[in-house]
């Protein structure tokens, strides 16, 4: 009675199984206008076009006299050029003056050069023995010591593209345009659902064969470091008319839902069987070829993505990076393939893996003169206590059959 | 009048001026209590200790029969065992039996183990001819298939170290003990001082010679990246007055404050003399061999860290990633010297850098068959698109006069 064997014969590598799923899910990608200065993070949703130059008008980049370079042909610390004080140029307005020939003016770091001006001599460089007079000892070319208006960035210049996400850099950069709005991706809602007869939420008291649910706080935690919005509901008991409700409400609220189940097979299989009748075009995947989270189910129901989690919190956790981070990254239309965080290290101790199957272990850092020593941590897949452990997650490739130590693996930080 | 040379004469190193910085900081890490499961990203202020076990109960790890292990010596296919069934463990409950010699109990998987019983047989493994009994093809030994009572953790056990910072797996954890709330680390609150008469808030009309004020929003991104609170303040007049009504307002308001004075040197020593005039010990630092950055200020007054950046927004990008981020997590108490995300990639081109100064230089990653390339994106640091374009930072140490291509470099990913 609780054999389902078949669901396992055809079990499919992540990647395959990821593209299928990112294939089937339509992108729903939609805007929403934000202020730029609390935009951290958030992922842009059309390119940005510069609207003026930056900087909007040449500026001096240093301290010191701007000048018509070629009154400047030939001055040296031996045979110096003379010329007559024109003006000051005030920080943030114009010169009020231009320059002849045989002129320069005072002008400090992102002072506007004055009309006529086409170079700045260093005021290291120069003296003014008379009032109204300034000596320099150094020629300079045009252009020299000058930030020239649209130097930075052109009018018309994408300046952000669709698509990336924001970075102090960037929000600078729409500031120094004085954009202070943009539109980004609205965060999709990740509906989370959890079930198990045994589960409790946190802080409430236990009784004898009942543990705490923690899928439902590692889940919401995830989902808002990848840039989604979590939803959380209720814990739903194992009975089909409450997983057919929690469903269609969540799946009707979300953008995707994610179902976590308890891990006993008559519960994996009310989940599977609610997920089949939420929609077509339902389950695409049923069982990944990866340790942990081979019971992972992934379908699209009525035009969202739905994602079945095995219910051991360490698999949740892993499978869910596997599979519900790039979905999200997906709906926020998230482009840049910028690397996730990652450290190279040796790898600590012969690892074992079954050849075939892709394997997730948990390691910790050790700092060595010699660079990091990544440790496995071993527990089984039900201690939420491996992951809290450890510092990553390394990956053995199903075409391995375990990796030497010393192996040079990558070490993924985001559990 | 503008030569200032003497302010860089000394000139130390990044490490040791940041040393130096965090020696004379009064250690200010103060706690607040809130929800674990709102703490991602927060850092544990104490040691926090379980107070039960987890799992608290010995529970199936899988879905078959609880037995005592003894009466299921010898079997086999050939030779099976028979058991009388003494019932079956609800899920989330106490068996409500316990096991006598000679019998077993249904369980499923996260089922607590009843009285008696010290391993489960695998649901695959058997089969029930007749009502009431079962029969078994496999012996186990003791503790098969059971994740026994404290096996992920014991009572006691320190599950979270202060100064760790808290992700999914963290909260996890917290959950699974009943924790749903934590003493973290309170956000430092950092003082954001921008001057400049040319600048003018983003979003109001530009006149000729302004240009809008970027510093304030880098570095209200960049401290809240790093845990910080910003607490931003309006644009300052170059006038002695204003800046010292605003350090002094600030100071008291705020646990570090962080200044970003126009570039012009008469602005830069506005900056200084109003840090000098804060309070003892008063400036530390004046001046560091690094590039982009040299004229970073860094004091500590009436007990808190005050930190003049150059005004340059590459510059006080770039320093503010190299002072005042581990500023705020020393004031976090964050201990965990969990490697900064980085990616390592081979240099794209040969980069000259002048030997005895440390140098730091944006680069886009290109990512190739052979992994990544870092290619050098060139720009004056008064152009913040030179980092918006830029992918991460590399370090050219002091001791180096350049790097060659096809060097080995690491990416730092935090501009």
């Known amino acids: 009675m609780y054999l389902r064997m078949s669901e396992f014969l055809d079990l499919i590598p992540p990647s395959v199984a990821l593209a299928r799923l990112l294939a089937a899910t339509p992108r729903r990608c939609q805007p929403e206008t934000i202020a730029a200065a609390?935009?951290?993070?958030?992922?842009?949703?059309?390119?940005?076009v510069a609207r003026h130059a930056l900087p909007p008008f040449s500026r001096s980049a240093v301290d010191g006299y701007a000048v018509r370079a070629a009154d400047t042909h030939g001055a040296s610390d031996s045979l110096p050029a003379y010329l007559?004080?024109?003006?000051?140029?005030?920080?943030?307005?114009?010169?009020?003056?231009?320059?002849q020939p045989?002129?320069?003016?005072?002008?400090?770091?992102?002072?506007?050069?004055?009309?006529?001006?086409?170079?700045?001599?260093?005021?290291?460089?120069?003296?003014?023995?008379?009032?109204?007079?300034v000596e320099l000892w150094r020629a300079v070319a045009q252009g020299?010591?000058?930030?020239?208006?649209?130097?930075?960035?052109?009018?018309?210049?994408?300046?952000?593209?669709?698509?990336?996400r924001l970075r102090p850099a960037e929000i600078g950069g729409l500031m120094a345009l004085g954009m202070t709005e943009l539109e980004v991706a609205r965060r999709p809602r990740v509906g989370i659902l959890s079930s198990g007869d045994e589960l409790v939420p946190p802080g409430q008291p236990l009784?004898?064969?009942?543990?705490?649910?923690?899928?439902?706080?590692?889940?919401?935690?995830?989902?808002?470091?990848?840039?989604?919005h979590p939803v959380t509901y209720d814990l739903i008991p194992d009975q089909m008319a409450a997983f057919r409700a929690a469903a269609s409400r969540a799946l009707v609220e979300c953008d995707l839902v994610v179902f976590t189940a308890g891990s006993s097979v008559s519960v994996r299989d009310l989940t599977?069987?609610?997920?089949?009748?939420?929609?077509?075009?339902?389950?695409?995947?049923?069982?990944?070829?990866?340790?942990?989270?081979?019971?992972?189910?992934?379908?699209?129901?009525?035009?969202?993505?739905?994602?079945?989690?095995?219910?051991?919190?360490?698999?949740?956790?892993?499978?869910?990076?596997?599979?519900v981070t790039p979905l999200i990254e997906t709906h926020?239309?998230?482009?840049?393939?910028?690397?996730?965080?990652?450290?190279?290290?040796?790898?600590?101790?012969?690892?074992?893996?079954?050849a075939g199957r892709e394997e997730w272990v948990a390691v910790r850092l050790q700092a060595t003169p010699d660079g990091y020593l990544a440790q496995p941590v071993f527990g089984k897949s039900n201690l939420i206590f491996t992951l809290a452990r450890a510092d990553g997650l390394i990956c053995i490739p199903a075409d391995a059959n375990g990796l030497a130590a010393g192996a040079l693996v990558n070490v993924l930080l985001w559990v």
């Not at 609390?38 to 940005?48: C, K």
């Not at 002129?103 to 003296?127: F, K, S, W």
């Not at 020299?144 to 990336?164: F, K, R, Y």
């Not at 009784?207 to 989604?228: E, F, P």
């Open 102 to 133: 045989g002129e320069c003016g005072l002008i400090h770091t992102g002072g506007m050069l004055p009309e006529g001006a086409d170079a700045v001599v260093m005021v290291e460089y120069t003296q003014t023995p008379l009032a109204g007079e």
């Open 332 to 354: 926020l239309g998230l482009r840049q393939q910028r690397p996730r965080p990652a450290v190279p290290a040796r790898l600590g101790l012969n690892l074992a893996s079954q």
């Open 84 to 99: 007559r004080l024109a003006g000051e140029v005030p920080m943030g307005a114009a010169a009020g003056f231009a320059l």
């Open 38 to 48: 609390g935009a951290l993070g958030r992922v842009a949703f059309a390119d940005i």
């Open 144 to 164: 020299d010591n000058v930030i020239h208006a649209g130097e930075d960035v052109a009018v018309g210049d994408v300046i952000l593209t669709a698509g990336s």
């Open 207 to 228: 009784r004898a064969g009942q543990i705490y649910d923690v899928n439902t706080y590692t889940l919401n935690a995830l989902v808002t470091q990848a840039g989604g």
């Open 272 to 323: 599977a069987q609610t997920i089949a009748e939420l929609g077509p075009p339902g389950v695409l995947v049923h069982g990944v070829n990866v340790r942990p989270g081979k019971p992972t189910i992934l379908a699209v129901c009525a035009g969202k993505a739905v994602i079945g989690l095995p219910g051991n919190p360490v698999s949740a956790l892993v499978i869910a990076g596997l599979f």
